[in-house]
């Protein structure tokens, strides 16, 4: 689903994204230290193939989750998400990093991440 968000849209947003994104990287953390055991024939005490299936496919749709709201999703890991919006009159994105609690940062398309810059405080999205 392409859309744009106001800042208050994605703001209000904001406590699914931080739920779903706490759980994605907890699964995704599980996940990555199972098919390590897995991978060198030890014992986890997070299971075995069937529990490595079962954390793929809940991580799978967690990250189906954010394209299906609108959200880009630029980043797995860290976890780096995109919300298409305009700022001023030109087209940007809102940017959230994992370990960010609020949405306070944006980007030109043109710049990318490399062209990160706070949100304005007195913006009313």
Do not use: N
């Amino acid at each position: 689903m392409d859309r744009d968000f106001t800042l208050a849209q994605a703001r209000e947003l904001m406590p699914e994204v931080l739920a779903r994104a706490d759980e994605l990287i907890a699964v995704r953390a599980s996940l990555v230290e199972l098919q390590a055991s897995l991978a060198a024939g030890v014992a986890s005490e997070l299971g075995g193939l069937p529990e490595a299936k079962g954390y793929q496919a809940r991580l799978s749709e967690l990250v189906s989750w954010f394209p299906s709201r609108g959200i880009d999703l630029k980043g797995f890991a860290p976890l780096l998400l995109d919300f298409p919006s305009e700022l001023a009159g030109e087209p940007v994105l809102l940017c959230w990093l994992e370990g960010e609690r609020a949405l306070g940062w944006y980007h030109k398309l043109a710049y990318g991440f490399a062209g990160r810059r706070r949100l304005p405080a007195q913006d009313p999205g």
